[in-house]
């Protein structure tokens, strides 16, 4: 008799439908979402690298105004050296130079990030060669013109997909032969290093930037890698000494460092601790989709009980009892609830794997292992099964007079 009457009030059954399904739908898919975009951001912060400190040059002042971190030109290749051979725990060491400029391929002719490196520069941030190679350390000593290509450089020059190695490209003016192209990274904050072209340190200093200190080479920041990351802390501290001691600082004096260590793991800390605060945000504005779905619920089931006192009129004037009707409004509650539900969480998690893909640039979403997700599909369920069924008893009852 329960399928009969939903079955002959399709418009009331589908409402009432709608809300539970809008309510779980919502819970399920931001709350995924919002994990798996916490959960990519750590995967990516974490590709990065742990163990790595880096040192930037300091900030150079125009009247008074200061410049961005690394303009001026107060660490030297010297001081990269100097890191490598005295900091305990130090595993590798890579110096670089930073700086726009015209890159012009055939017709093409695009402003790009180039970074004058050396050859620690692939392993210390994890980042290799996906066709071609690097440059070498003869090739780095002799300042060879060579060029290695992000892909997405290589793709606004050359055509998507092209083959780059034995192309030459002119960097402001110069002419490099490309050999290589690096591996696809991804944006990394407000840099990406797909869009980057990678040149020998020497080269770079000598022909595009020019801008050598009083001695040695400027450079505009040096990166660490420690061995393990519990030395981090302590490769941090003595880099900071040392540096103090080579550009003569004395902070007991007054002195301010021209130079800023940043540690790797702090930063990823602190971007960890802030997605799992805007997951939060996301539960808590799912929670408020829930609650509002459940009182779209509670109203649909109070009209579908006031739309029927003349049939429980009717139904008790013939002998039938209060424990009867209620058996059918319930059957009626629990009907709709798991139709409902199980519609709900299919399109919750349909959503869930098909929104980043397409949204956010999230490729996987590993979430249907996850106890938590499964846990949040249980509660959800069980939610608005709780406020349906508990919202027809209580207005079933009620007009019953039980």
Same mark, same amino acid.
């Given at each position: 008799m329960a399928l009969e009457t939903l079955w002959s009030n399709k418009l009331r059954t589908a409402l009432t439908m709608l809300g539970i399904i809008i309510g779980i739908m919502a819970v399920i898919a931001v709350t995924a979402i919002g994990q798996g975009t916490q959960k990519a951001t750590e995967q990516q912060l974490q590709s990065l690298g742990t163990d790595i400190l880096q040192v930037q040059a300091g900030a150079s002042r125009s009247g008074a105004v200061q410049q961005g971190a690394g303009s001026a030109t107060t660490l030297t290749?010297?001081?990269?050296?100097?890191?490598?051979?005295?900091?305990?725990g130090v595993d590798r060491v890579s110096a670089i130079l930073q700086q726009s400029a015209q890159v012009v391929y055939g017709e093409n002719n695009d402003s790009m990030t180039i970074i004058g490196t050396d050859v620690n520069y692939p392993d210390v941030r994890n980042t290799h060669p996906q066709t071609g190679r690097f440059f070498t350390e003869e090739e780095v000593k002799a300042a060879k013109p060579l060029a290695v290509l992000g892909p997405t450089a290589r793709d606004e020059l050359l055509g998507s997909g092209s083959i780059a190695e034995g192309a030459q490209i002119r960097i402001s003016g110069q002419t490099y032969d490309v050999i290589g192209v690096m591996e696809t990274k991804g944006a990394q904050g407000p840099q990406n290093p797909d869009e980057q072209i990678y040149i020998p340190l020497t080269n770079m200093s000598a022909r595009l930037v020019g801008n050598n200190a009083v001695k040695g080479i400027a450079i505009r920041g040096i990166y660490v890698k420690?061995?393990?990351? %519990?030395?981090? /802390?302590?490769?941090?501290?003595?880099?900071?000494?040392?540096?103090?001691?080579?550009?003569?600082?004395?902070? %007991?004096?007054? /002195?301010k460092d021209d130079f800023r260590t940043v540690n790797s793991a702090d930063i990823i800390n602190t971007l960890t601790s802030t997605s799992k605060l805007f997951t939060v945000m996301i539960v808590a504005v799912a929670v408020i989709s829930l609650i509002v779905g459940g009182i779209g619920i509670a109203n649909i089931m109070l009209v579908s009980v006031v739309e029927r006192t003349r049939e429980i009129g009717i139904r008790k004037a013939i002998g039938a009892t209060s424990t009867a009707i209620l058996s059918q409004f319930l059957a009626e509650a629990v009907v709709i609830a798991v139709i409902g539900g199980v519609i709900g969480i299919g399109l919750g998690i349909a959503i869930a794997f098909a929104a980043p893909s397409c949204l956010i640039g999230i490729e996987s979403l590993k979430l249907k292992h996850s106890e938590k997700f499964l846990m949040l599909i249980n509660q959800s369920l069980y939610c608005a099964?709780?406020?349906?069924m508990k919202t027809t008893f209580l207005l079933a009852r009620s007009f019953c007079h039980c």
């Open positions: 290749l010297e001081d990269a050296e100097a890191i490598a051979q005295q900091v305990l420690v061995k393990s990351q %519990e030395q981090l /802390d302590a490769a941090q501290y003595q880099t900071t000494n040392l540096l103090r001691v080579r550009h003569g600082i004395y902070p %007991e004096k007054g /002195d099964n709780w406020i349906t």
